[in-house]
């Protein structure tokens, strides 16, 4: 028993260092496990965002593109300046 207080006395301190040592270890991986979590979590909410975003843009340009398919049905003027500007042979319009 004396023995085991002996050598407790004797490497109290390199204990305490290792222990310390141990939790600062610790305390460093949680930190980095804890910032890999959070930029996950901004990159999929990002990715989230930027999908919806590109999917408001596409239903108002197909929605601009149905708009104007119908001017083009309606409209004799429209459809004769569109005939002009995309024609090789803008005399056949």
Do not use: K
């Not at 050598?7 to 305390?27: D, E, N, Q, Y």
């Not at 989230?48 to 708009?67: G, V, W």
């Amino acid at each position: 028993m004396t023995a085991c207080l002996t050598l407790l006395r004797r490497f109290w301190p390199a204990l305490a260092a290792g222990g310390l040592l141990l939790l600062i270890v610790l305390l460093v991986r949680c930190s980095d496990r804890a910032q890999d979590s959070a930029v996950t979590q901004a990159h999929d909410a990002g990715a989230a965002q930027e999908r919806a975003d590109t999917a408001t843009t596409t239903l108002n340009r197909t929605l601009e593109a149905i708009n104007a398919a119908e001017a083009v049905r309606r409209d004799p003027a429209v459809r004769n300046a569109g005939c002009v500007r995309h024609s090789r042979t803008p005399e056949n319009c």
